[in-house]
C-alpha cells in the first residue's frame, strides 16, 4: 500500500492548520461581526467560547484524524461503523463553503488588481456595487482564485499546502502588524479601539439579544477555527505521532484570535477615524475601507499590502476545504489527487459562478428572502457546520469515548494530557447541550 502523505514537521502542521482557521472569517467577518454586535461584549463572549467550545473540538477533530490516518468519511466510520455521516455532513459542508468562499476570495484578488495599477478607489460604494453586480468580471476572478487553490492542492500535502502555508501565514501575520501600528496613530484612532476593547453591556437588553448575541458568537467559532468540517480531521490524519495534539489545540485558537484582533485593530479604528459606521456588515472590506485608503498617506500601498494578506489568508483557508473533499477521493474512491482535486473542483467553480451572480443577474432569485449566495452561507455556517460539530462531540464523548481520545492525545503515553475531567464534561455535556440551544433558538 502507497505510505499516507504526511507533514514534514510539527511547525508545518501549525502553519497549515493555522492557515486554515486564519482566513476571510477573521479579516472579513470577525471586523464587521464585532461591529454589528456591540463591539467589546462580542469579544468578551467569543473568547469564552473559544475557550470552552472551540479547543475541545479541535482537539476531538485531530484525534479522530491522528487515530485513524483517513479522510473525514472513512474516519468516522472506522471509530463507529455507520457514523461515516457525521464526516460527510463536513465533506457537503466543505463544498458548499467553497462555492462561496472563492466567490469573495475573487473579488479580494480584483481589489488587489485594481490597486496594483491605480492609485485609490473613486467613491468606492458605487465601485463596488457596480463591480459586485456586473455579470462577467467577478466569475473571472472567481475563477482564477479557485484555479490557483486546487493547483495548490494538487500538489499535494507537504509540497503544496505545507509550503505555501510556511510562507503566507509569516508574511500575513508581519503585514497585519505593519497595518495596525499605522492605522493606531490616525486621529481619533483610540475610539476605535474603546470600541471593541471597552464593552458596552448597555447593548444587551433582552434574552434574544443574549441569545443572538451567543449564536453569532458560536458561529463565528466554529467558522474561524474551521471546525465541523472534517479539515481537521483531514489535516490530522497527517500528523506524525510525536505532535502534541493538545499544545496544538492551543496555539491554534491563540493565533487565530491575535489575527482576528489585529483585524480589527487595523480596520475599526480606522473607521471610527473617518467617521464612517463599523456597522457597514459585509462591505466593510471593499467598500468602507478603500475610502479609508484614499484618505491615507501612502494609501494605495498600504491598501496592496492589506489586500495581498487577506488573499493569503483566503488562499490557505480555501486550500483546506479543497483538500477535505480530495482527501476523501484519494483514500476511499482511489482518484489520482489530480483527478480528485479536478473534478471537485469544476463543480464548485460552476455553483460558485453561478453564486457570484447573486448580487446582480440572479439577485432576484430569493429563497425566504435570500440570494443564492446568502443561502449558501446560511446552509454551510448555521446549519451543516453546528450539526457536524453536534455529532463530532456525540462520537467523540460517547461512542469512542473521551478516554481513547485521551489516549491518542499522550501519543501512546508521550505526552502528559492536561485537564481529563474538564475536557471530559465539554465535549459530553456542554458543546452538545449550546450547540443545540443555539442551533433551535436561531430559528426564532
Ligand atoms: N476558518 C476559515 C476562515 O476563518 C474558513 C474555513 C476554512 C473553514 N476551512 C473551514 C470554515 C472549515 C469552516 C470549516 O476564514
Excluded at 461584549?41 to 484524524?65: D, Q, R
Excluded at 473525514?72 to 468562499?101: M, R
Aim: with cysteine; charged share 10%; proline share 4%.
Amino acid at each position: 500500500m502507497k505510505k499516507r502523505e504526511q507533514w514534514s514537521s510539527n511547525f508545518g502542521f501549525l502553519m497549515a492548520a493555522a492557515g486554515s482557521a486564519v482566513g476571510l472569517g477573521n479579516l472579513w467577518k470577525f471586523p464587521y461581526i464585532v461591529g454589528m454586535n456591540g463591539g467589546g461584549i462580542f469579544i468578551i463572549v467569543y473568547l469564552i467560547l473559544l475557550i470552552f467550545l472551540g479547543s475541545p473540538i479541535l482537539m476531538a477533530e485531530m484525534s479522530i484524524g491522528r487515530k485513524t490516518r483517513l479522510n473525514a468519511i472513512d474516519a468516522c466510520n472506522k471509530i463507529k461503523p455507520g457514523w461515516g455521516f457525521a464526516g460527510g455532513l463536513g465533506v457537503l459542508g466543505a463544498f458548499v463553503i467553497l462555492c462561496y468562499y472563492s466567490v469573495i476570495g475573487g473579488w479580494v484578488l480584483k481589489y488587489l488588481f485594481k490597486y496594483i495599477i491605480s492609485s485609490s478607489i473613486e467613491n468606492p460604494s458605487e465601485y463596488f456595487r457596480d463591480f459586485s453586480q456586473s455579470p462577467i468580471e467577478p466569475i473571472i476572478w472567481h475563477l482564477i482564485f479557485a484555479a490557483i487553490c486546487i493547483g495548490i492542492v494538487m500538489k499535494g500535502i507537504s509540497g503544496g499546502i505545507e509550503k505555501i502555508s510556511k510562507i503566507f501565514l509569516p508574511l500575513l501575520a508581519l503585514f497585519i502588524i505593519v497595518i495596525a501600528v499605522n492605522v493606531i496613530r490616525l486621529p481619533n484612532a483610540v475610539n476605535g479601539l474603546k470600541f471593541f476593547l471597552i464593552p458596552d453591556f448597555s447593548a444587551i437588553d433582552s434574552l434574544s439579544d443574549v441569545f443572538s448575541l451567543l449564536l453569532n458568537a458560536m458561529g463565528q467559532v466554529f467558522f474561524s477555527l474551521s471546525l465541523g468540517m472534517g479539515t481537521l480531521i483531514t489535516y490530522g490524519s497527517y500528523l506524525s505521532r510525536e505532535s502534541n495534539i493538545q499544545k496544538n489545540a492551543v496555539y491554534i485558537p491563540v493565533f487565530d484570535l491575535i489575527i482576528a484582533l489585529l483585524a480589527c485593530t487595523a480596520i475599526l479604528p480606522a473607521v471610527f477615524s473617518f467617521e464612517l459606521e463599523p456597522t457597514a456588515g459585509s462591505g466593510l472590506l471593499f467598500s468602507t475601507l478603500p475610502y479609508v485608503f484614499s484618505h491615507i498617506s501612502y494609501g494605495k500601498y498600504i491598501a496592496v499590502i492589506f489586500f495581498l494578506l487577506v488573499f493569503f489568508a483566503a488562499v490557505t483557508s480555501a486550500i483546506s476545504l479543497i483538500e477535505v473533499i480530495a482527501s476523501y477521493f484519494i483514500d476511499n474512491r482511489k482518484w489520482s489527487r489530480k483527478k480528485a482535486c479536478v473534478i471537485p473542483g469544476i463543480i464548485f467553480m460552476s455553483i460558485g459562478s453561478i453564486a457570484s451572480l447573486s448580487f446582480g443577474r440572479l439577485s432576484y432569485l430569493r429563497l425566504f428572502d435570500n440570494n443564492i449566495f446568502d443561502l449558501l452561507t446560511i446552509l454551510s455556517d448555521k446549519i451543516i457546520m453546528p450539526i457536524g460539530g453536534f455529532f463530532i462531540c456525540i462520537l467523540t464523548g460517547y461512542i469512542w469515548n473521551t478516554k481513547s481520545m485521551y489516549e491518542e492525545l499522550s501519543s501512546g503515553g508521550i505526552f502528559k494530557v492536561y485537564f481529563k475531567k474538564t475536557l471530559s464534561f465539554l465535549i459530553r455535556y456542554f458543546a452538545p447541550a449550546m450547540i443545540i440551544i443555539i442551533f433551535i433558538t436561531s430559528f426564532f
